[in-house]
């Protein structure tokens, strides 16, 4: 019994002095100084028709550590008082002691970290430098800039809907590259948008969805015609013509697709609320217009969907009124995206075009114009 407890004390001890020996030979980081970052401006107004120039510079010392290491750079951005809760980063080579940034890089941060577009937002920028799973940050600048809408055709995923139907909507049939899409504001891989069938009849509406606008790994239907997607499925037929708001849900494999015919309606148009004004489609513009039609500035309208109240373009949360020749952003009701019943107004009552973007479920654009 002596002699078991002897080599117990002994296999114990030799697993402290290992355990030391290990401790010993990690070595801790610290910064002997930090890093330090300035920029060669104060305030930017980013410009998509720059997309790709520089916009703004900055020099940065790199903070210097106690070990030798090979650490990540980057300049982070975030809202003034956030503290960085919410940031975005610019990637820069360890070898980098300054680099510039481009317009589109810099409206893709300032999107990411809720920037309001076409206002002047205060930035706080500073250098953080990685090294495993550890970071060092510089000093924080402060930063005035103004960013621009981002384009929603190349910040939100999507994938196509190519088929016999699209060469009457404006794109060409049965082409993935050249066809409508249906993109994902969520990007969570479910997929919503519209899409305008003209023609029902024989094979002229049969559609697919494909991705990465191309046919390698498209899905149609999975021969039972219950909404259900498999690789290399059948063509989807559609029920009728007209307008279709389509839902894909490209990891589970299923899909819908519900008629949606929308009008104009309210106590601001020449009808009331008794009845819709319809909008046309048009291929060329790929929209859907009304070219004229009477509104008066004491009364509100919407649009919906099959002279019903089910599906709704209204404002987000209040009743809006609208300037002529200015886009605005629209919502769809059935999205979740509404507050309320608000409505639509003008200031100014006469004839006017009227005219809804649906191309892009990330945002849906309405404009309309006075003639």
């Known amino acids: 019994m002596k002699n078991l407890f002897k080599i117990l004390a002994l296999v114990f001890t030799g697993l402290i002095v290992f355990s030391c020996e290990k401790d010993e030979d990690q070595a801790v980081i610290n910064e002997i100084s930090a890093g330090k970052i300035s920029a060669d401006k104060s305030a930017i107004v980013l410009n998509e028709l720059n997309a790709n120039d520089a ?57 990411a970290i809720g920037a309001v ?40 995923p999507k994938i196509n809907v190519p088929g016999a139907y699209a060469g009457a909507a404006g794109y060409a049939n049965w082409t993935p590259s050249n066809s409508p899409n249906l993109f994902s504001p969520e990007k969570n891989d479910k997929y919503r948008g519209f ?40 063509d989807i037929v559609p029920a009728a013509a007209g307008t279709y708001y389509m839902k894909v849900d490209w990891a589970a494999n299923t899909y819908s697709a519900v008629l949606a015919n929308f009008g104009v309606i309210g106590d601001a148009t020449p009808t009331g609320w008794g009845s819709d004004t319809d909008f046309v489609y048009n291929p060329a513009t790929k929209t859907y217009v009304i070219n004229s039609i009477a509104l008066s500035n004491t009364g509100v309208f919407k649009f919906r969907a099959n002279d019903d ?12 009124t609208l300037v002529s020749g200015t886009g605005v952003q629209s ?15 003008v200031s100014q009552a006469g004839n006017y075009k009227i005219e809804l973007d649906l191309h892009n479920s990330a945002y849906y654009k309405l404009t309309i114009t006075k003639l």
Not at 79 to 102: C, E, L, R, V
Not at 124 to 139: D, I, M
Not at 204 to 222: E, T, V
Not at 331 to 345: F, H, I, W
């Open 117 to 156: 577009p076409d206002v002047v937002n205060d930035i706080e920028v500073r250098l953080k430098t990685s090294v495993g799973s550890a970071a060092f940050y510089s000093n924080v600048i402060a930063l005035k800039v103004t960013p621009y809408t981002p384009n929603p055709d190349l910040v939100y």
């Open 331 to 345: 919502y769809l009701s059935l999205e979740g995206t509404v507050t309320g019943d608000p409505g639509y107004k």
């Open 309 to 320: 109240w089910a599906i709704k373009f209204q404002p987000k949360d209040a009743d809006q």
């Open 195 to 234: 899409i305008f069938i003209k023609d029902a009849s024989g094979d002229n509406g049969k559609y697919k969805f494909a991705i990465n606008q191309d046919w390698p790994g498209n899905k149609g239907d999975d021969g039972t015609n219950t909404g259900k997607l498999k690789v290399d499925g059948s």
């Open 55 to 111: 916009v703004i510079s900055f020099t940065w010392t790199k903070p210097i550590f106690n070990i030798a290491v090979v650490p990540n750079q980057k300049v982070e951005f975030g809202m003034k008082g956030d503290g960085f809760k919410k940031s975005a980063t610019i990637d820069f080579s360890n070898d980098m002691t300054s680099g510039s940034a481009t317009h589109a890089a810099m409206n893709a941060a300032m999107f």
